[in-house]
């Protein structure tokens, strides 16, 4: 059975960079669909960015396009999100997420059917 397990999330400090990881098992990454979602309190479950290497598409967000970026190892079959110039209105828990999904939707959360249990990221002011 598929399984991803996030790591790398914590507190830092507005403008820092954080670069969460997913490590996937029982499912290569290069032929799923991969995607990060996060969820803040007492909000929705919101998407973040994804990727599917075998078609090279990527989408993102519009907060975070220009300051978070999606990327794939695929020898060590991890996914990483590096993100820059977080601000306090990103803290929220993340997830990763992968699926059979098709590029238009690549957005929706009901399109992945494996999730990780989700890293915390915290953004002080």
């Known amino acids: 059975q598929a399984k991803l397990v996030e790591a790398g999330g914590g507190l830092v400090q507005a403008g820092a960079s954080l670069r969460p990881s997913c490590a996937a098992s029982e499912r290569t990454i290069s032929r799923y669909g991969m995607a990060w979602l996060l969820q803040a309190p007492g909000k929705e479950l919101e998407f973040v960015a994804a990727?599917?290497?075998?078609?090279?598409?990527?989408r993102y967000a519009d907060a975070v396009k220009g300051r978070f970026t999606i990327s794939g190892d695929n020898a060590k079959n991890t996914v990483h999100m590096q993100m820059n110039r977080p601000n306090p209105q990103d803290t929220a828990l993340y997830y990763c997420?992968?699926?059979?999904?098709?590029?238009?939707?690549?957005?929706?959360?009901?399109?992945?059917?494996?999730w990780g249990q989700g890293t915390q990221v915290t953004v002080s002011s």
């Open positions: 990727l599917k290497s075998s078609v090279g598409s990527i």
């Open positions: 997420a992968t699926g059979r999904v098709i590029v238009s939707s690549m957005d929706s959360e009901s399109a992945y059917d494996v």
